[in-house]
């Protein structure tokens, strides 16, 4: 079956520089998550999207910021980045069920951020 | 303050012996919980889940028990197998919808 995909896997920037990070959910999927975990952390939620629109927000900085697009496919950017920045960040997508009670998130690989 | 606890940061079990992972909670009003495994360089795989009109929910080798009056979770997996061993996190559905975690539990099973 097929699952979330995250690109790029691995990306390496400059302190300032600007990141994006990309996420396809699984197909029919309709929200989307983003999740940024640091080392020896548990993963922590940033910003969610529910058919393209923002849903809700999470811990995420001022500097970042996210949407998702016609296809469902979300994009997380990053700007003017710091070394705290550092992490694994993660995309997770569910299908909204009504009530709500059994949309379970599936996660995709992560990219790792490292900010030089 | 953590609202997700896993108080275990880690967790040895023999092959074919049960493991029992365990979880607690302070929001009573979380109405939704999940266990995901996770290895390193990879995502957090989803395992199974709860809801809290349930007491019990079983996959396979793995049940989740859910006792809400003490706001208290665990996973039990058996038998236990060496392709078991990583991290296992247990996850709470927010009020926005976004899953709040525990710090993970490490599990190795030895053979």
């Known amino acids: 079956a097929a699952g979330v995909i995250q690109s790029p896997r691995h990306l390496i920037k400059e302190k300032r520089e600007t990141a994006t990070l990309k996420c396809y959910p699984i197909?029919?999927?309709?929200?989307v998550y983003w999740y940024q975990q640091g080392p020896g952390q548990d993963p922590q939620f940033l910003i969610s999207?529910?058919?393209?629109?923002?849903?809700d927000k999470g811990s995420i900085p001022d500097r970042f910021s996210a949407q998702q697009f016609s296809d469902y496919h979300s994009e997380l950017n990053m700007s003017s980045l710091e070394l705290g920045d550092s992490a694994l960040y993660f995309c997770?997508?569910?299908?909204?069920?009504?009530?709500?009670?059994?949309?379970?998130?599936?996660f995709g690989p992560g990219t790792r951020l490292t900010v030089l | 303050d953590q609202q997700v606890k896993q108080n275990s940061p880690s967790l040895s079990v023999q092959e074919g012996r049960i493991s029992i992972l365990n979880c607690d909670y302070t929001?009573?009003?979380?109405?939704?919980f999940l266990w995901y495994k996770k290895y390193p360089a990879e995502g957090p795989t989803f395992l199974i889940s709860i809801s809290s009109i349930k007491d019990k929910n079983e996959d396979g080798r793995f049940t989740v028990f859910l006792n809400k009056s003490a706001k208290h979770l665990s996973l039990h997996i058996v038998p236990s197998q060496p392709g078991d061993s990583a991290v296992y996190f247990c996850a709470a559905r927010g009020s926005q919808g976004n899953l709040i975690f525990g710090k993970g539990t490490k599990l190795s099973v030895k053979p």
């Open positions: 997770a997508s569910s299908l909204y069920v009504a009530g709500g009670l059994t949309d379970t998130q599936y």
């Open positions: 999207f529910y058919e393209k629109m923002q849903s």
């Open positions: 929001n009573s009003m979380f109405d939704y």
């Open positions: 197909p029919r999927h309709d929200t």
